[in-house]
């Protein structure tokens, strides 16, 4: 057993839903249990806790079209052909996950999804979801032609003759997306519950929800009254780019409303900019062999004086940052704030952190910042070999740079960003220690200074989420009159000839000592 607080031990008695007892076996003696499970090898460790995923998104894949396990273009036109023919009342084809690198350039093409759905409107976003592909029925529909201008915050992919080629960027995207017939709220409960579930299994208790919207509130809160709700849900209302500082009054009324049971709405989230693949990640220098140094959603002014009303009010800040322009002005935003407001326990954070500037490596602890790391996303890989690594020269040095921040001083925390990628921790956490393509294990590992030892890196995925979503009080760690959120893995991570980390399984979950996942029964 790991505590993560203190080292190893060899038991833990659980009474009332929380920890009872921490220690050796032999100071166990005499007490009588309900149910002993004798671990023979397997490891008990905190409830992994997730500081950032999409898990709406993550739940309706089983409602809308669902891309994820597609490894081309092709197989992506044959699951959507499928999918169209077996849902023949569905108006839209909506959905996500095909990925950027099964198109030359990252751009998708319009006339392949004409041909497989010629007849109905299709809408599918990339797997990072900075991106949608769409046929011409959909163009069609949202009046987009040669003639329309890109919005301020996006761009629309165009031919050689200017006419849009099926492709969408950020803020152009919302030109279709807002056509698109919503969830019911059923099918939202639904998609809650799904996730729920899917995360249990993977010894998941809390996550931190990086965007709840009004819709997706009510579903928590239904679920919720049901007394359904077994996971920990940390929620982040969306800044809302298109309206300005009035809509605090609005984020107010959500935040009270959404405090229940398991559920809390404590955090704003701020996208400052969109991804490098496509050229918006906002850099401090152009692209490589460009003049265009990406985007940064909100000006450096007006940053501040969000993040400044933001913090006056309470919230917790959630920025969405990749490249490192968008960390600095993040960075400057959160400072600006404490000048203004007085230094308090804010716990903002950082999301992505692809590119940190070595300057701004030591601001994190200086400012209390938490490094919101997805360690995944942290290799060698086609998608980054191919769409990022040519276009940021020297830069690469500072790419996804954990083990610097960490020496550094920064608060760390690890989230998945699921459906981005697997929402699975163990593999997570294998490639923050390696820094090796997963599940392939076939590459070099990226920056291997960069690299994390493994009680770093579970310490992250446990204790540093639990302070993030502001539950270090009552969970994170195996202590003494701390909640019963546990997890039992198959074997000893710990042990290094129990072969890779991100092979071990889960075989039970626990939220406050109740089973919410559990293959020993
Ligand atoms: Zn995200």
Not at 157 to 177: I, K, N, Q, T, Y
Not at 219 to 241: F, I, K
Not at 300 to 324: C, K, N, P, W, Y
Not at 457 to 480: C, H, K, M, P, W
Request: glycine fraction near 8%; charge should be negative; proline fraction near 5%.
């Amino acid at each position: 057993m790991y505590t993560v607080s203190g080292g190893d031990a060899e038991a833990v008695a659980l009474r009332g839903g929380r920890i009872a007892f921490v220690g050796s076996v032999a100071d166990l003696a005499g007490l009588s249990a309900r149910r002993v499970i004798e671990l023979e090898g397997r490891t008990v460790l905190p409830g992994f806790q997730d500081a950032h995923l999409h898990p709406f998104s993550g739940g309706m894949l089983a409602i809308v079209c669902n891309l994820h396990r597609t490894a081309s273009a092709d197989d992506c036109l044959e699951e959507i052909a499928r999918y169209a023919a077996s849902n023949p009342a569905r108006e839209w084809i909506s959905g996500d996950g095909w990925s950027m690198d099964f198109f030359p350039g990252g751009r998708s093409d319009k006339e392949r999804l004409d041909a497989v759905v010629p007849d109905r409107p299709v809408y599918l976003e990339n797997r990072d979801g900075h991106t949608a592909w769409v046929n011409s029925r959909a163009l069609e529909l949202a009046g987009i032609t040669a003639d329309t201008a890109d919005p301020a915050d996006g761009r629309i992919e165009r031919d050689s003759a200017g006419e849009p080629s099926g492709a969408l960027h950020e803020g152009a995207m919302w030109l279709v997306s807002t056509l698109v017939p919503p969830p019911t709220s059923a099918e939202q409960e639904q998609a809650l519950l799904n996730a729920q579930a899917e995360l249990h299994a993977l010894g998941i208790t809390a996550w931190q929800d990086a965007v709840v919207e009004p819709e997706t509130l009510a579903a928590y809160l239904a679920v919720t009254e049901r007394g359904q709700l077994t996971m920990r849900a940390e929620g982040n209302l969306l800044w809302d780019r298109s309206r300005g500082e009035e809509q605090i009054e609005d984020l107010l009324t959500m935040r009270e409303r959404g405090s229940l049971g398991r559920l809390r709405i404590r955090g704003v989230k701020i996208f400052q900019d969109g991804v490098l693949e496509n050229f918006t990640g906002s850099l401090l220098d152009p692209y490589e062999g460009t003049d265009n140094r990406g985007m940064s959603m909100h000006e450096a002014e007006e940053l501040r004086r969000m993040l400044a009303l933001l913090d006056s009010h309470g919230f917790q800040v959630h920025l969405h940052t990749i490249g490192d322009r968008a960390v600095r002005e993040a960075l400057d935003a959160i400072e600006a704030a404490q000048e203004a407001n007085g230094k308090r326990d804010a716990r903002h954070h950082l999301a992505h952190i692809q590119l940190v500037h070595p300057d701004d490596q030591s601001r994190f602890a200086e400012l209390g910042v938490v490094a919101n790391a997805q360690p995944y996303w942290a290799t060698h890989s086609r998608y980054v070999d191919v769409l990022t690594l040519p276009f940021i020269g020297d830069r690469a040095a500072y790419h996804y740079p954990f083990g610097s921040l960490v020496r550094a001083g920064a608060p760390l925390a690890f989230g998945s960003d699921w459906t981005v990628s697997t929402a699975n921790p163990l593999p997570q956490i294998e490639v923050a220690v390696t820094r090796i393509l997963h599940p392939e294990r076939n590459t070099e590992p990226m920056l291997p200074d960069e690299r994390l030892d493994l009680e770093t890196a579970v310490a992250a995925f446990t204790r540093g989420s639990a302070f993030v979503n502001f539950l270090e009080d009552e969970t994170g760690t195996i202590e003494q009159g701390k909640l019963a959120d546990l997890v039992v893995l198959d074997r000893d991570i710990f042990d290094t000839g129990a072969g890779p980390v991100g092979d071990a399984r889960v075989l039970l979950t626990l939220s406050e000592g109740e089973p919410v996942h559990d293959e020993l029964a």
